[in-house]
């Protein structure tokens, strides 16, 4: 899978959501597709993917089949898309999939068995409790899991930064071996694709 394929489809979703087709909210990517390509080369077909409302890539990414993603999406669920046979899980809620793919990770370790959990995340994500808490309690208790913190110095239309008066964000701060990071800037509104009103 290539750069041009994972862009090709986030244009797909955006002409279908500016013509009505699609009647929930979206929330596209753009300029990160290597840096996603690149992390996915270490995720195996056993590895759990849990991201947050932004998650099309991860599961083209992680295998799910294209027409089956864009008939979800098309039906709403472009917040909330879960993949079980592909072992994708999303959730519309502020850092509400951390503490899912935190359990999958204590689950793993207690049986031994030889998988890993990604978990995805936006950086203003990255700054709250819950997620500070899910890196903290993996790290001390050395879970297989690796949050990517997905930095594009946004939240909604905030800039990240700014509302924490930092020009570092914790995870800079404090590196973390279950922590890595990419920044991109998207083309994209945070939600919607720039052409209509969302609701």
């Not at 793919?101 to 978990?119: L, T, Y």
């Not at 570092?168 to 052409?195: D, F, T």
Request: contains cysteine; proline residues 3%.
């Amino acid at each position: 899978m290539n750069e041009d394929f994972l862009k090709d489809f986030e244009e797909e979703v955006a002409t279908h959501f500016n013509n009505g087709s699609i009647r929930g909210p979206i929330h596209l990517y753009s300029n990160n597709e290597k840096s996603l390509i690149n992390i996915f080369q270490h995720i195996r077909d056993q590895d759990w993917v849990f991201c947050s409302w932004r998650s099309h890539y991860q599961c083209l990414l992680k295998g799910v089949d294209r027409e089956e993603l864009m008939a979800s999406i098309l039906d709403g669920k472009s917040i909330s898309l879960n993949f079980p046979k592909h072992k994708v899980y999303s959730s519309a809620i502020v850092g509400g999939s951390s503490p899912w793919a935190v359990g999958v990770a204590i689950s793993i370790k207690e049986r031994g068995v030889d998988q890993h959990v990604f978990c995805f995340i936006g950086d203003m994500t990255s700054e709250t409790g819950i997620l500070q808490t899910c890196i903290a309690y993996s790290s001390t208790h050395d879970l297989p899991i690796t949050f990517v913190i997905e930095d594009n110095n946004s939240s909604v239309m905030t800039n990240t930064r700014k509302v924490w008066n930092s020009d570092n964000l914790r995870y800079q701060q404090i590196p973390n071996k279950n922590v890595i990071s990419y920044n991109y800037q998207s083309k994209w509104p945070h939600a919607g694709a720039g052409k209509r009103v969302q609701f």
